[in-house]
């Protein structure tokens, strides 16, 4: 099994800045994909962005340019810096990992969340 725990979340004026991370701990074999992924009041789950063991990186529209994913392989660690926030950006924030296990292929785990609120 395969812990993640975030933080950084809080709240924050619009226009300003906050910088989410999460930690993979537990039984890793080699953590492949860790990815951020958000949740508004009433609506759904949905990718904010990823990147890969290797280092490819992908967005979603509404944070391209705004937001910057990255991680540290060797502490299992990936961060969302995330600048020029607005009001529609607050969300529950989730932490996504997959770990590429020998037994079962690939096991998903996700954070317990944290929140995000942006002000006007």
């Known amino acids: 099994q395969v812990q993640l725990v975030e933080s950084g979340g809080g709240l924050v004026q619009a226009g300003g800045s906050l910088r989410l991370s999460c930690t993979a701990s537990?039984?890793?074999?080699?953590?492949?994909?860790m990815s951020w992924y958000r949740q508004p009041p009433g609506k759904q789950r949905d990718l904010v962005a990823g990147?890969?063991?290797?280092?490819?990186?992908n967005y979603a529209d509404s944070v391209r340019g705004r937001f910057t994913i990255s991680r540290d392989n060797a502490k299992n660690t990936v961060y969302l810096q995330m600048n020029s926030l607005k009001p529609e950006d607050t969300a529950v924030y989730y932490c996504?990992?997959?770990?590429?296990?020998?037994?079962?292929?690939?096991?998903?785990?996700w954070g317990q969340g944290t929140q995000v609120t942006v002000s006007r």
């Open positions: 996504y990992c997959n770990d590429r296990t020998p037994s079962i292929g690939y096991a998903h785990y």
């Open positions: 990147t890969t063991r290797g280092g490819t990186t």
């Open positions: 537990g039984s890793i074999f080699s953590i492949d994909a």
